[in-house]
């Protein structure tokens, strides 16, 4: 079943065209990460699908219904995280989830979701008397306290130290267990990776890339990059395979034939007794990936614009 | 929960943040008061003894004058930067993300300021009687708090329509105060008005309050009969409905981009 349908989805503000022709789909139980720089209309496509926003053209469909039709039983099913932690500062996080729960028809239990975000040292405290990612938290339980089967996350760990953000990472992977659907906003690779099934690449307001963070613009099938130091005194050139010298002194081998050079390397370093210091083989990290999918993109726009 | 249940809901949890807040709390219920203190301590003998009435205590007149200005003050002005603040810091369209209706939340606002404005209002009463021994018939008690109600409400609405004039945090101060201590001067809050001032006054929603409570009303020294001033609840209730109109096309739950 899809849970959510973008076609040709348009939005401008005045002469600025923050969404151009957007297409993609989500199915129930995936999680999908939109990426892309500020400015490419991760924003503007999320809150048109969470109802904050009309949009100027094409077809969009969340759970069945169109956004810009959101009524009570729609808003059961949605759980939204905002970007910015907004909460009366002066309750405590029990009572900001307490009434929050009031809202919905069969919320889970409050006590159940703060031990759940990691805040029942902090239950009694109120909203003002939390740090930044304890707040930031306490935003995912918003999020989360009505039960939703769709979940919309925006930048959910930005400003959590590495243990938070691995604790949210894992909370995000039990909603996914339980088969909650969950679209993402992120600036860090690391995060997409980690949790997304699927992620769709925005720049200038349209879809550059979509696809699994392993197969994202063909960084499975790319070429491998494999890099080890040779001990002083051992010519490259003796090396069975090409290699360039990098300013670290590192000998690069870049390979589509990646079993076949690695095997000829290694057992020339056996058959040589030539040891391979450090040798690592990497293909395209999701970063370097979306950083030459989106400057592609802006390089385009930019020249588009001044053809 | 049943959509009433869940406007009591919000106006507990609109009340217990309001109270956690001293500042805002004590500033509420201090500066009416401290206000009505000094007035009555520094004009006594001073007002003119024909815009009262002979031998009638300057604390007759400032006590309903104070009372509505203090009413004004939570209805208009906190309800009016507590939204905006609440719309830029993005509660709202937190809130608006959630399936709870639009009146609930606003109601549950709406309803607390009520609350505190009532409040305010029976301690300014009791403290005018008790200290200054003013008199306060006990048989109009029911249209003063039917005044003191309808005028709450009418002052909440149209805090919740100024709200949506004011662009940003920073400048809700000067948007309100402005017309907020204008209409406070010429509406004859601090000394009785006759005149021009009194007949443009009339036209605005703070003076028929005070109408309704001095001249009409319990306060009078000198109307023994009807405490109902229909027509200044009338005017009230035009005020009120205006401004619903008016903040219902205009309101915002994002923060405005300006």
């Known amino acids: ?307 | 929960m049943t959509d009433l249940a869940l406007v009591g809901s919000q106006i507990r949890y609109e009340q217990k943040s309001y109270w956690r807040n001293p500042l805002a709390a004590g500033f509420t219920f201090m500066f009416p008061l401290v206000l009505f203190v000094i007035l009555v301590g520094t004009t006594r003998g001073a007002t003119d003894a024909t815009a009262l009435g002979a031998g009638v205590h300057v604390a007759q007149y400032l006590a309903p004058s104070m009372l509505s200005y203090a009413v004004m003050s939570v209805c208009l002005m906190s309800v009016s930067m507590s939204l905006v603040r609440q719309r830029e810091a993005g509660v709202l369209k937190r809130l608006r993300g959630t399936p709870a209706p639009a009146w609930s939340i606003i109601g549950g606002i709406i309803g607390s300021a009520v609350i505190v404005a009532t409040t305010v209002s029976l301690v300014a009463i009791v403290f005018a009687v008790s200290v200054y021994g003013i008199s306060f018939p006990a048989k109009d008690i029911l249209p003063t708090a039917v005044t003191i109600a309808l005028a709450s409400v009418a002052f909440c609405a149209l805090g919740v329509a100024v709200s949506t004039l004011i662009p940003n945090v920073d400048s809700g101060p000067a948007i309100v105060n402005v017309p907020f201590f204008v209409l406070v001067f010429i509406s004859g809050t601090w000394y009785p008005i006759t005149g021009t001032m009194a007949h443009i006054a009339a036209w605005l929603p703070l003076r028929p309050f005070i109408v309704a409570l001095y001249y009409h009303g319990a306060f009078s020294p000198l109307n023994s009969g009807s405490a109902w001033a229909w027509h200044q609840l009338g005017s009230l209730l035009l005020w009120g409905i205006g401004a619903t109109v008016f903040a219902v096309r205009h309101f915002q739950w994002t923060p405005k981009k300006g």
Request: proline share 5%; aromatic share 6%; glycine share 10%.
């Open chain 1, 1 to 307: 079943m899809t849970a959510i349908v973008v076609d040709d989805l348009r939005k401008s503000y005045g002469d600025t065209h923050a969404v151009r022709g957007v297409s993609f789909t989500v199915d129930e139980g995936e999680c999908v990460a939109l990426l892309g720089p500020n400015g490419a209309g991760k924003t503007t496509t999320l809150e048109i699908l969470e109802g904050y926003q009309d949009r100027d053209g094409g077809r969009v469909e969340v759970l069945g219904t169109d956004p810009r039709h959101a009524n009570r039983s729609w808003r059961e099913q949605v759980g939204i995280v905002l970007q910015g932690t907004a909460a009366d500062p002066y309750l405590t996080v029990r009572e900001t989830l307490r009434r929050t729960a009031g809202f919905y028809s069969s919320p889970r239990d409050v006590d159940d979701v703060i031990d759940l975000v990691g805040l029942t040292d902090k239950a009694t405290s109120r909203i003002n008397k939390l740090s930044g990612g304890q707040q930031r938290r306490l935003d995912v339980a918003y999020g989360i306290i009505g039960n939703p089967s769709l979940l919309f996350l925006d930048e959910p760990t930005t400003g959590f130290d590495p243990s938070a953000r691995r604790g949210a990472w894992q909370l995000v992977k039990n909603l996914r267990t339980l088969g909650t659907t969950i679209i993402l906003t992120t600036h860090y690779m690391d995060e997409a990776q980690a949790l997304a099934d699927n992620v769709v690449v925005l720049g200038n307001g349209q879809v550059v890339a979509t696809g699994s963070p392993d197969s994202l613009g063909g960084r499975d099938t790319a070429a491998l990059e494999i890099r080890f130091r040779l001990p002083d005194g051992v010519d490259p050139m003796s090396l069975p395979v090409p290699a360039t010298i990098d300013r670290h002194g590192f000998c690069q081998v870049t390979t589509d034939d990646d079993i076949k050079d690695l095997n000829a390397l290694t057992a020339w370093s056996l058959r040589q007794k030539i040891p391979l210091e450090g040798l690592i083989a990497t293909r395209p990290s999701l970063e370097d990936t979306y950083l030459s999918l989106v400057d592609h993109e802006s390089a385009s726009a930019t020249s588009g614009a001044k053809s």
